[in-house]
């Protein structure tokens, strides 16, 4: 198989799903449960990578003392319930996390 014919495949296979939600808008009313729903993929889709992220390490779930980064997502998650404030809990999630690093070794 080419490499062009490849990315070709991948180019429409990433398209395509994309595309369709705007060129049916018109045509197909979604019912409110299914938009209400719809309103959670982010948030759900984003928690997905931040937890596997954040807590598997060499294939295995890690809590112990050497994950850096659990302690800094916790304390960017507090400050984000708290204050609301996205680039405060990014900047507190990121200094702890250094902090660590930097401290405790790593």
Known sequence: MSIELLI???MLVTFIPRYLPFALA???QLP???K???DFVPI????AIIVQVTLVRNGSVELSLSNFHLPAV???AAVAHFTRHLFGAIGVGLMV???????MGG
């Open 8 to 10: 070709l495949g991948m």
């Open 26 to 28: 018109g045509r197909i």
């Open 97 to 103: 996390y250094a902090a660590l690093r930097i401290f």
């Open 32 to 34: 409110a449960r299914v």
């Open 74 to 76: 916790l304390s960017a």
């Open 36 to 38: 209400s729903a719809l």
């Open 44 to 47: 759900a889709v984003l928690t």
